[in-house]
């Protein structure tokens, strides 16, 4: 039956190698805390992630051993799930990946591409963007616009010392604008 509801992606592999396609994106996920990849790969990835970062949370035997199921190498990122991972998503009720569409690298032969990263993380996407637009705002004197408002809001909600870290991103940001406007200058008069 053409076009029928299904319960998950099967991008065109088996079921053991779909299985072991996740599990190693899921354990890059961990390692890595952002990967790269088309966006069908990256929203189930997602679902496997949020399970594993659900039975961080629990940490119990059974969790556990679940956990150690779905890691390619349980021995190296057990700790780092059980102990970082798990502290900085304990109070969150749930949404600990976010995936972010990007341009496909090749136009003619690749799909959608994707970033699929953990939430307020020191790779997080969102957190530097926003600090980004907002030292553009302060830099030009200009408000804050309603998502941007919204966006720093979610990005400090739950970090711990969210306002201080985000503070310190947005000065690295406009610090690191000036010495660019400095550089372009330079190269202006060198002409």
Known sequence: MAGGHVKYR???RTSSHRQAL???LVTELVRQESIHTTWPKAKEAQRLAEKLITY?????ETSRRQAQGILF??????????????ERYLNRPGGYT????TM???KFDQGDSAILELVDGPKDMRFAITAAAVARDRKLGTGHTDITIKNIQKVTQFRPEGRDQFEEMVEKVAGLQLNMNELKDKAVKKE
Do not use: Y
Request: proline share 12%.
């Open 10 to 12: 099967h991008l065109s």
């Open 73 to 86: 190498t349980p021995d190296e990122l057990m700790p780092k799930l059980f102990g970082p991972i798990r």
């Open 104 to 106: 496909p690298k090749n």
């Open 22 to 24: 996740l599990r190693n």
């Open 98 to 101: 976010r995936v972010l569409r």
């Open 56 to 60: 961080a949370k629990k940490n119990n």
